[in-house]
């Protein structure tokens, strides 16, 4: 068995705001042996989440990671060491890798996948063939159900997850309205992925003005990765029975103290909304049933997508603090290694 | 055709703030004839409801009263005068009577329906018989859903939807906690209604703290009468895949200019939360499956309701300003001419 040595980035320091690069620290020790039934993967690539924010906040998290630990993410990886019947030196397998060179993995924990890379490149089974994706599938399809012909409005639009969501709403026949942020971003939604309309929040200074002029019907569903001012704008805007699928709280920069906003519930009781979370890891006994549709759209050219690879592990907390300012042009991964499949 | 006075009260001017009985005038002109398939029916007992504020405030509603129209509310009377083959003269009738002596109603207006004086008291056909528990129905079950061993937490829970609510929860085999404004009626809450717990809120100066001792095992659904700061206080305590119903907002003076309070997606998001507003009137289709439901409980002894009956019309204003002081103890009525079902 061949010693493999890891570098990867731990978290030294959980944060009250936004993350931060001073955050994290970089380690190297000795990769750890699979166990029965476990498989070594040499990751190729990682993931830089919104949703990391909430990971490594001082806050109660579903996800939280402690101090000390491997930051979590997701990855994708090949398999160099496998003691698991089912799988062989070569596969490639997405897992919650965390940040680093080599993770141990296995088909019982969550996220674990085989990926074929026949079905697209490798990396976009972190993006448009992967979890960015299915959380856009699930959280539309499954918490926002619209109905062909209604308003879907989407909050950083251009986003992995969010230009999932405007593409499969279009797909369903409704009518996508993106919100992104500057100039580049809205053209993306409007040209690349296939939006309707799209709002450059920040060239409006009336985005309730610029909202109803977007959707003249009114909007039907809310798809929001953000929350703060703009959730509460929409909430003022929503037709009768408008569902708001909460899937990120991106605006808010810190939780303590506990910060303010408009009240809500007086919109939720005369229009009858209904205002719902949902986590993806909730969704893993069903992953496949969502990747099936998401291949089949993808094969019929109705994903585009957009992808920002930072290079180097060293450079992932640089990559994660650049999605909260924005700076990401696309689904942000690091590449950890050279990926074998491209030439 | 006999002709008939009838006196009612108007709204004279919309309401910013609470309603107060300066907003009314009562008038008095001839009562309209019935038309075709319509009945006239002599009120005897009409509603004060927490909705109302609501109905006259300047703000958008989904039952909005106009100035110089007669009051909406919710009455029961006697059939003075029937053009309806299916409606005799005698027939006691729920409908949406308005704050006057006499009413025209009809089959196809909502909430309108034949009331079986052997069922129970008349006016218990406007609260745990009627509308107020068929509110309480509808949104416990249809919109909270619990489950048996779930712990159930309700606002205004000795009010007479709340007290449906607790009572219900209770045949479904839920922990119930009840939120009441003073210790008479958090005594109702436990020993009239069936709760396993009740808080009095004007008692405690850390509601967090009395909620968390009061659900060990968190918080499940939240049926929200009050909307405000119970609500925020709430929303940090509720369990995963909790569901807080939207009923009213009592607790909210005036929606102009906008109120504030706590950022809450972040609790929607991690908590998987579901936060849905519903109306009454979206139900009118299902009430007699409700009904039915509710008239066999009460039968069986498990509804207990306590109702507070002003007496005159002129009196009707009073006792709406009344609920907003909580002054009321039970079910607020208002009787507009003696009730002949009783002796």
């Known amino acids: 068995m061949a010693h493999h040595r890891n570098r990867r980035v731990i978290l030294k320091t959980r944060a009250t705001g936004l993350p931060v690069p001073e955050l994290f620290d970089m380690v190297e020790d000795d990769a750890p042996e699979p166990g029965d039934g476990e498989v070594l993967i040499n990751n190729i690539y990682v993931s830089a989440d919104p949703g ?8 109660k998290n579903y996800a ?15 398999v160099v060491e496998s003691r698991n019947p089912d799988i062989a030196e070569g596969d490639y397998i997405v897992g919650r890798t965390g940040w ?11 996220g674990f996948r085989k990926v074929d890379p026949a079905d697209g490149p490798l990396s976009a089974s972190l993006g448009v063939l992967g979890h960015s994706a299915i959380t856009a599938y699930f959280g539309l399809l499954d918490v926002g159900r619209p109905n062909a012909g209604e308003t879907v409005l989407v909050s950083t639009a251009a986003g992995s997850v969010g230009s999932a969501v405007g593409q499969f709403a279009n797909i369903k026949g409704c009518r996508t309205v993106g919100i992104a942020g500057g100039p ?7 040209e690349v992925f296939g939006y309707d309309v799209a709002i450059d929040y920040k060239a409006t200074d009336d985005l309730a003005a610029a909202l109803q002029e977007a959707c003249p019907e009114g909007i039907d569903v809310y798809y ?8 509460d704008t929409v909430l003022g805007l929503m037709n009768q029975n408008g569902r708001v699928v909460i899937c990120g709280t991106a605006a808010t920069e810190a939780w303590v103290p506990p910060p303010t906003g ?3 519930e007086r919109h939720v009781l005369v229009n009858r909304l209904r205002i719902q979370g949902f986590i993806l890891f909730d969704y893993q006994d069903r992953y496949e049933d969502a990747l099936a549709d998401i291949r089949q759209w993808f094969k019929e050219g109705k994903l585009n997508y957009r992808e920002d690879i930072a290079e180097g592990l060293e450079n992932a907390p640089a990559a994660l603090a650049g999605l909260y300012e924005g700076r990401n042009r696309g689904r942000q991964l690091i590449r950890v290694r050279p990926d074998p499949t491209l030439s």
């Open 100 to 110: 680093q060179e080599y993770s141990i993995v296995a088909p019982e924990q969550g």
């Open 184 to 190: 580049e971003k809205a053209a993306l939604c409007r």
């Open 224 to 231: 929001d990765n953000v929350g703060g001012d703009t959730l």
């Open 262 to 264: 408009l009240r809500f």
């Open 64 to 78: 939280s990671v402690e101090t000390g630990a491997t930051m979590n993410s997701f990855g994708v990886g090949v």
């Open 52 to 59: 990391m924010k909430g990971w490594i906040s001082t806050a």
